[in-house]
Every structure is written in C-alpha cells, then in structure tokens.
C-alpha cells in the first residue's frame, strides 16, 4: 500500500459496532444498525478517503455468523480493507470463518510507514481481557522484524484503568506486560483500543494510549456504575505522518443518540 511521503497515511477506527443478527436490533436502547449507518456517512462526509479502516473488537453481539454477515453488508461497500480483531462479544472462530475480503480479521499490517499489530485480548466467557504469551510474542516479534515501521499496537480492551470504575474491572489484566513489551521498541507512537464506549486519551512514556467512542452506546466517563451517555456515536481519525508524527481527533455524527 503506497502513499506518497509528503502526505499523510489516512485511517480510521471504528469500534463496538454490536450487530445482532436481526435488523433493527438494540443495545441499551440504542437501534445499533442506525446509529453505524451514521457513522458511516458521518466518516465518508469528513474523513473521506482513508486507506483502511481498524476495527476493534465487538463487532457483534453475541450472535454468531449470521450478525458477522450483515456486518459485511455494512462495511463492504466502502470499498477500502476493514481490518479486525475481536472483543469480549466477539467469537473469534465465527469472526475469522465468516468475514471475507475487504472485511476480514487480520493481524498484521504494513502501510508506508507505518505498522499496525492488531492482538487479540478476548478471554472465552469473560467481559475482561488477557494477553496470551503467544500474542505478546507475536507483537514483539512483529516490532524486532520491522524497526523502521513507526508502529501503533490495537487491541480490544484497555490496557491501563481509565478511571471509569466500573469499566476497569474489565482491563486487559496483564496489560503491564503488553507496556513491558511496547516499552522496549522506541517505534511504538500508540496503543489504541475499544470496548470502553467513550473518547479517552492517555501517555505511558512516550506512547499514546487512545480509546475510541462506540459507534452505539455511549458510556459516561468517570462513572462509578454503568451508565449510558446521551452524546452522540463516533470514530477515531489518524493523519500519520513518514517522520511519525501522529494526528489524532474524534468525530460524532450530529443529533444520533
């Protein structure tokens, strides 16, 4: 993938989609098909185009192959690739069998630049999240092999409490190792993550941590009890720069909730 080296590599995080197998299906009270169609045009109206888009986890949920399907019908016809990982709601077998080309799970990507390590921190019948040995090799195997690629590490959940009580009983529970990890390839820019259902925005050293808002529900920030938020559904936007300068902000469609 090439992008000339005066410009910047343009991409977008979408995150905790919630698709349930049946149209008009809510979470929270909130029509999940509704609220990402606003999205969707929201991002095509403001940060159009991008190179790919990061998806990060809960996809779907609960639901299986048939809400992965109209997932698809979703996203395909952006015409640029999806990248996924899947997240607490997600069944990683069912995410990999049934998404295809553009949308599908992937773990590695190089772009200009640029590389992007996409872990997988779901735990089969926990809302937490954990890093398996295998996966914190493969990310540091991925950061030796590439020491040029300025790098941004994706995952599901946060790594580090975020000060959202309740949400940081659900952290990825080895997230110091993940930092341990990161820490040691001064390439890393950030580590940008969902499930949290809110904007977020964070240092460790010299790394970013970043959260994304759902593009369904809204959490309240510094709740101590789950609680919905009323503002409305969004993404995250990357401009990434060749001398790895990395612009970030976030976008929410207008009057959804």
């Known amino acids: ?104 799970r992937q773990r590695h990507v190089i772009a200009a630049h640029w590389q992007f390590i996409l872990l997988d921190s779901s735990v089969a019948g926990s809302d937490g999240g954990h890093l398996l040995d295998s ?27 975020i000060g959202c009580s309740w949400l940081d009983t659900m952290v990825v529970d080895n997230g110091a190792e993940l930092l341990a990890v990161a820490g040691r390839h001064p390439q890393v820019r950030a580590i940008v993550y969902g499930h949290i259902h809110q904007a977020f925005a964070s240092r460790h050293g010299d790394i970013e941590l970043l959260g994304a808002p759902s593009t369904c529900v809204q959490f309240k920030p510094e709740a101590a009890a789950a609680e919905a938020d009323p503002i409305p559904p969004g993404y995250r936007w990357f401009e990434l720069y060749p001398d790895g300068r990395l612009l970030t902000g976030i976008e929410r469609t207008k009057g959804i909730i």
């Not at 399907?69 to 990999?96: K, S, W």
């Not at 996966?135 to 580090?160: G, M, S, V, Y």
Request: hydrophobic content about 40%; charged content about 20%; some cysteine.
């Open 1 to 104: 993938m090439k992008v000339r080296d005066d410009n910047p590599l343009r991409v977008v995080q979408i995150t905790d989609t919630h698709i349930r197998s049946r149209p008009g299906g809510q979470l929270w009270g909130v029509d999940v098909d509704a609220n990402l169609t606003a999205v969707l045009q929201r991002l095509k109206a403001h940060h159009w185009p991008v190179q790919f888009i990061l998806a990060t986890g809960d996809l779907v949920h609960d639901e299986g192959a048939q809400a992965y399907e109209r997932l698809h019908a979703f996203l395909e016809p952006l015409g640029v690739p999806v990248y996924c990982l899947p997240g607490n709601h997600d069944t990683p077998h069912d995410l990999e069998q049934t998404l295809t080309n553009p949308v599908r």
């Open 135 to 161: 996966e914190l090799t493969f990310l540091d195997k991925a950061l030796c092999a590439h020491p040029r690629q300025h790098a941004i590490i994706c995952l599901h959940h946060q790594p580090l409490p």
